[in-house]
Nanobody, 126 residues
Framework: QVQLVESGGGSVQGGGSLRLSCAAS????????MAWFRQPQGKEREGIAV????????EYSDSVKGRFTVSQDIAKSTVYLEMNSLKPEDSAVYFCAARTEGGVIDGFTEGNYDTWGQGTLVTVSS
């Protein structure tokens, strides 16, 4: 099994930056895809960034493209989400997700992931 722990959330003013971390442990070699999702209060969860650990391919939703960057440190089994030019509408609980099965998938669909972190809250003030 794989366990995921997010960190790095907090409060920031609009235009600011934050970096989230997602540390994976356990059977990390089984991970085939990792992603960041977010869920604003009262709204559905949205996939925003995907990374395929090998070879490091990344994809982004239109809502964060050009502002957010997903990266990885394979040695530390950690995935990061660098968030710049933050807006109040970026306020949400951010979740890290991992998939341990193979196959080609839609990386932005939450049903394709079998492991989730507990989430970390990001609040952006205007």
């Amino acid at each position: 099994q794989v366990q995921l722990v997010e960190s790095g959330g907090g409060s920031v003013q609009g235009g600011g930056s934050l970096r989230l971390s997602c540390a994976a442990s356990g059977a990390t070699r089984r991970i085939t895809v990792m992603a960041w999702f977010r869920q604003p209060q009262g709204k559905e969860r949205e996939g925003i960034a995907v990374i395929v650990p090998k070879p490091g391919h990344t994809e982004y939703s239109d809502s964060v493209k050009g502002r957010f960057t997903v990266s990885q440190d394979i040695a530390k089994s950690t995935v990061y989400l660098e968030m710049n030019s933050l807006k109040p509408e970026d306020s949400a609980v951010y979740f890290c997700a991992a998939r341990t099965e193979g196959g080609v998938i839609d990386g932005f669909t939450e049903g394709n992931y079998d492991t989730w972190g507990q989430g970390t809250l990001v609040t952006v003030s205007s």
